[in-house]
């Protein structure tokens, strides 16, 4: 199974339905659905710094290249690629990482959606304990 991985900068957190929208947009070809941003253009330059280009390998070094496409997109807008089931979870782990430190959103054509880390909503605090729960801790460490 082949899957297309699309990456792109927002500056505002985004609801699974609006980052399923824009991925429809990018891949229908209308680059404006995310706004332009340098690190967009930077974690491109840097997977083909990694990965390099899948034309450029010869044909036996062709079989070792992580992902199922080349690395496509429009510059400053969004990079997309193909992954499949070869795909090397270490490499899909390492290339979510890099998208992370220039906090692009990921979105994968089977409806696969990560925020980055500075728009990701904040965890919740841990529960405290009710006046009962306190109450039957101290009982039983006093018994």
């Known amino acids: ?14 609801r699974r339905e609006e980052a399923a929208a ?4 990018l891949m229908e070809g209308d680059a404006t659905a995310a706004p332009e941003s340098v690190a967009v253009d930077t974690f491109r330059a840097e997977l083909l710094g990694r990965f390099g280009r899948w034309a450029d ?7 070792d290249y992580p992902f199922a496409s080349e690395i ?11 992954v499949s089931g070869a795909t090397p979870l270490a ?7 890099t998208a992370d430190r220039y906090g692009l ?9 990560r925020l980055p880390a500075r728009l990701a909503p904040p965890s919740l605090p841990a529960r405290r304990p009710r006046w009962w ?5 101290v009982r039983a460490v006093s018994k």
């Open 57 to 63: 390998r010869a044909d036996e070094a062709a079989d």
């Open 1 to 14: 199974m082949s899957v297309v991985v699309a990456f792109w900068y927002t500056d505002r957190p985004l």
């Open 133 to 137: 729960e306190r109450w039957r801790r």
């Open 72 to 82: 496509e997109g429009v510059p400053g807008r969004f990079v997309s690629f193909t």
């Open 91 to 97: 490499v899909y782990r390492e290339v979510q990482e």
């Open 105 to 113: 959103v990921e979105y994968a054509a089977a409806g696969g959606f």
């Open 22 to 25: 824009v991925f429809e947009r």
